[in-house]
């Protein structure tokens, strides 16, 4: 059973475009969901993250749009640059216990120059 | 203010061998967790420790099994190693009790089993 779906599973884009990757998730106990960005041979870097009682949060060129009704949630990154080339995963988390983080699949990010 | 650190960075054992895998969390964490990240997947929780206790656990057999230490670096340990168990394991920090769950991962640990 898979928590949290993400996609596209894969995305080019050229320089200064708009990056759009989309998550949903079917737990409603989850309430903080961050994203996370993996280059190769690297652990994942937390990127920017959000909980629901916003709709929606931006930290320079990245922004998380928060859907809670549709339980759904997405990450915008603004003016791709070749250095975003990377895996991003999002990911979804719930009170209490353990807090452990549930991921997506990933996307691979390719921005050409 | 260091990061996660993660030892050793890769590893080659052979099937049924046992493997000891070692982190120490970012300073000011107490709490760590680790994650199995097969190839082209997202990062699977295995399990997490708090004040040296195991605090949770993914769904992954009892051959799996950890460690923290009271400077809460911790470790993870596999017995009879399977093919499957080939992976980057992950380790994260987290300051337990702030209610934010911001967790940093480490450089992970390439394990093949072959």
């Known amino acids: 059973q898979q928590q949290v779906k993400q996609s596209p599973q894969s995305l080019i884009v050229q320089k200064g475009g708009i990056s759009i990757i989309n998550c949903a998730y079917e737990n409603t106990a989850f309430d903080y969901f961050p994203w996370y960005q993996q280059f190769p041979g690297k652990g994942p870097a937390l990127l920017i993250a959000?909980?629901?009682?916003?709709s929606e949060k931006k930290e320079g060129r990245f922004t998380i749009s928060f859907n809670k009704s549709a339980k759904q949630f997405s990450l915008h990154i603004m003016d791709s640059q070749p250095g975003d080339s990377a895996t991003y995963f999002c990911a979804a988390s719930g009170k209490g216990g353990s807090e452990k983080l549930v991921f997506g699949k990933g996307m691979k990010l390719t921005v050409n120059p | 203010e260091t990061g996660v650190t993660q030892s050793p960075t890769h590893l080659i054992k052979t099937r049924g061998q046992q493997v000891t895998l070692r982190c120490s969390s970012q300073?000011?964490?107490?709490?760590v967790s680790w994650y199995q990240q097969a190839l082209g997947q997202g990062p699977q929780f295995i399990f997490q420790?708090?004040?040296?206790?195991?605090?949770g656990r993914g769904n992954f057999p009892p051959r799996f099994s950890g460690l923290q230490f009271p400077n809460y670096s911790s470790e993870l340990n596999v017995n009879a190693l399977e093919l499957d168990d080939s992976a980057l394991y992950l380790c994260a920090s987290s300051p337990q009790g702030t209610g934010y769950n911001e967790q940093f991962f480490g450089p992970g640990t390439r394990l093949t089993v072959l």
């Open positions: 959000i909980r629901p009682d916003v």
């Open positions: 420790y708090y004040r040296e206790e195991e605090n």
């Open positions: 300073s000011g964490h107490n709490t």
